[in-house]
């Protein structure tokens, strides 16, 4: 390996990024490590953003990920406010817009670039007309709902959107969620835990709009003043929060030798997406051993493991004698939703399921625990106001190849220990 060459490049400097810079020098390697970064902010956290963040319960520094003196003990060359405009497959080159349009020639590239969200074409540029994924989109979110009395509309039902709607009724905010699924979050869910959902919902005032799509956000003079809906109803309001899903950014890996990107950047069982690139995070999707087939998770667990997992086989790749051999990355997806004072856990795959069996613990309708999988198998599992213990002790239902049979046994027993 030239002395060129001993750079490995992290593109995405938030959380797996941060976990593959990490794991790359825990685990030994010396040279340069580049950790380049689009946004100003030193890594930080984004589940908060749809929770303390926007409540004001957290100043925004709170999410800063590591402090200042950890993360110049990792030696990094790190540039942030810098974008990867370009990947050399063949030469393993990133070429950066930092006005030079420097080219990092590197021995391996970690692709951490994660997702963007998707936004409603016409709204560029309305006042009042929201996503949120960053923390400038927070801060920006939350500096209107600092003011009283406002008017939210949630475009979009799924997890961030009913994260929202419930930080903003928090707020006392009058909040509309519409969303094209029948109950919020009913993708993941199922429509039977969606159903609760949406009577958590209603219950602490928002007002939902199920079944419905949006076909305009209606402004004034550069302002939103509400959503029509195809049925012809118009929802006011002064705020607009589109919260319909996210693109996998991978624009910077476009190009005429490029891998594969149809949904994400398509990885192997190792994470590799072609020799000397590895995937890691929200923008990579790979091949699961255990659930055999591609998936692509957008789960802050995930983010870490696979950043770490990501580092681990590129350095076997680059130097198996002295970094030992790639292993396959199947970890146990996880991922948790907080709203109101419900706390949502889920272990495994739960979206597609075929079959659902939901157990309710007690007489408390917001206690419970829930398996979904094929015909014959489980392959995820949910618990609802679940204490931390009795959440975790879910997982081993979603790890193992467990029939209908077991599953449904095993789960009464495990929430009663
Ligand atoms: C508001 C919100 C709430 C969430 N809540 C939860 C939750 O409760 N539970 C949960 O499990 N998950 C949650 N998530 C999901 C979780 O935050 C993500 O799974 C996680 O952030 C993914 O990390 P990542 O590093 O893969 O991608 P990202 O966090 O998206 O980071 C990618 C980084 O790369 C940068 N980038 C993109 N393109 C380039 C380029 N060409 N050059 C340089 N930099 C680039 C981006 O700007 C970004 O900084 C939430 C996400 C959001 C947005």
């Known amino acids: 390996m030239s002395a060129?060459?001993?750079?490995?490049a992290v593109i995405g400097a938030s959380a797996a990024g941060l976990a593959a810079a990490e794991g790359l020098r825990r685990l030994g390697w010396d040279g340069v490590i580049t950790l380049v970064g689009d946004e100003p902010h030193p890594p930080y956290d984004r589940p908060p953003?749809?929770?303390?963040?926007?409540?004001?319960?957290?100043?925004?520094?709170?999410?800063?990920?590591?402090?200042?003196?950890?993360?110049?003990?990792?030696?990094?060359?790190?540039?942030?406010?810098?974008?990867?405009?370009?990947?050399?497959?063949?030469?393993?080159?990133?070429?950066?817009d930092d006005g030079e349009r420097t080219v990092l020639e590197c021995a391996g590239v970690v692709a951490a670039t994660g997702v963007r969200a998707r936004t409603l074409p016409g709204t560029e540029g309305v006042e009042g007309v929201?996503?949120?994924?960053?923390?400038?989109?927070?801060?920006?979110?939350?500096?209107?709902l600092a003011e009283p009395g406002r008017r939210l509309a949630v475009v979009g039902s799924g997890v961030l959107g009913a994260e929202v709607a419930a930080a903003a009724r928090g707020l006392g905010h009058r909040v509309a969620l519409v969303g094209a699924q029948d109950t919020p979050m009913e993708r993941v869910l199922g429509r039977e835990?969606?159903?609760?959902?949406?009577?958590?919902?209603?219950?602490h005032g928002v007002t939902l709009y199920p079944g419905r799509t949006v076909t305009a956000i209606a402004a004034d003079g550069g302002r939103a003043r509400g959503v029509e809906l195809a049925d012809g109803t118009f929802v006011e309001a002064d705020d607009v929060l589109v919260a319909i899903g996210s693109e996998p950014a991978v624009d910077w890996l476009r190009g005429p030798a490029a891998p594969d990107l149809s949904d994400g950047l398509g990885c192997d069982r190792y994470c590799a997406a072609a020799p000397g690139l590895y995937g890691a995070g929200d923008?990579?999707?790979?091949?699961?051993?255990?659930?055999?087939?591609?998936?692509?998770?957008?789960?802050?667990?995930?983010?870490?493991?696979?950043?770490?997992?990501?580092?681990?086989?590129?350095l076997a790749e680059l130097d198996g004698e002295r970094f030992g051999e790639r292993r396959p990355f199947e970890p146990v997806p996880y991922f948790w939703s907080d709203q109101y004072d419900l706390k949502l856990h889920a272990y495994g795959v739960l979206a597609g399921a075929v079959r659902t069996e939901v157990l309710r613990l007690g007489e408390d309708p917001l206690?419970?625990?829930?398996?979904?999988?094929?015909?014959?198998?489980?392959?995820?599992?949910?618990?609802i106001g679940l204490t931390p213990r009795q959440a975790r002790s879910l997982r081993p239902l979603a790890a193992g190849p467990g029939t209908w049979e077991e599953a449904v046994a095993r789960l009464g027993e495990t929430v009663a220990a």
């Open 4 to 8: 060129a060459r001993q750079r490995i």
């Open 49 to 96: 953003l749809s929770k303390q963040v926007l409540s004001g319960a957290w100043p925004p520094e709170r999410t800063t990920l590591r402090d200042p003196g950890r993360l110049a003990a990792l030696g990094l060359d790190l540039r942030l406010g810098t974008r990867a405009v370009a990947y050399d497959p063949a030469l393993r080159h990133v070429t950066l």
């Open 130 to 144: 929201h996503v949120l994924r960053t923390l400038r989109d927070a801060l920006a979110l939350r500096r209107r």
């Open 193 to 203: 835990v969606g159903a609760l959902l949406a009577e958590v919902h209603r219950a």
């Open 283 to 314: 923008v990579a999707r790979w091949y699961h051993p255990g659930l055999g087939r591609h998936i692509r998770i957008e789960h802050r667990m995930n983010a870490g493991e696979q950043g770490l997992a990501a580092a681990r086989n590129l």
């Open 367 to 383: 206690r419970l625990a829930a398996l979904y999988g094929g015909p014959d198998r489980v392959t995820g599992v949910l618990g």
